[in-house]
């Protein structure tokens, strides 16, 4: 059974609820998985015993980093009724877990678990200015189009969570609505 309301499709029982988690595990494994079958080559990620043992030590936080993003997606889908793809977002504003710190963790718990990655395997060159390029390009996409956007869709609602979490630093304390 589910709502229609202002356009958009509200599940209103625990089935439909399941199934949108699901579809945005779904999403975002297939969005993992892309990542980590491009990324690697791209960013000259290569396993060499000669590295300084020093540099596992990143593997912690690339870890919690991606672990992060991955309970984002879940977040998505199970609170927000919908999935990290713009062609199937949440239909709901997402604001509890991670987010009630700051407004993107899951692009910071991505960049986390890449920079991780990066130190374990990684090494300097061309990719270093690619990797800034995209940081730059993902903070355009999230003022110029995903901020708007979400003030369109969830209006008044988004502006309030807007003026208490931050877009990129963390709060010391978890906003409560």
């Not at 793809?85 to 991505?110: C, D, E, I, S, T």
Request: glycine share 8%; charged share 15%.
């Amino acid at each position: 059974m589910a709502n229609v309301e202002a356009g958009r499709v509200q599940p209103t029982d625990g089935a439909a609820q399941w199934l949108t988690t699901i579809a945005s595990l779904m999403v975002g494994s297939a969005f993992f998985a892309l990542w980590f079958w491009l990324l690697p080559s791209w960013l000259g990620f290569r396993v060499n015993a000669e590295r300084p043992p020093w540099r596992w030590v990143a593997a912690l936080p690339s870890v919690l980093g991606f672990a992060v993003a991955l309970r984002c997606v879940w977040d998505f889908g199970h609170t927000g009724h919908g999935t990290p793809a713009p062609f199937a977002p949440p239909q709901r504003l997402v604001v509890v877990g991670f987010y009630r710190y700051v407004r993107n963790p899951m692009y910071l718990g991505f960049f986390t678990g890449w920079i991780g990655l990066w130190i374990v395997f990684g090494r300097a060159n061309w990719s270093v200015i690619a990797a800034v390029a995209v940081v730059f390009g993902v903070n355009l996409f999230v003022r110029l189009y995903e901020e708007p956007h979400l003030h369109k869709v969830f209006g008044t609602d988004y502006q309030e969570y807007r003026r208490n979490v931050r877009r990129w630093l963390p709060r010391m304390k978890p906003w409560a609505q």
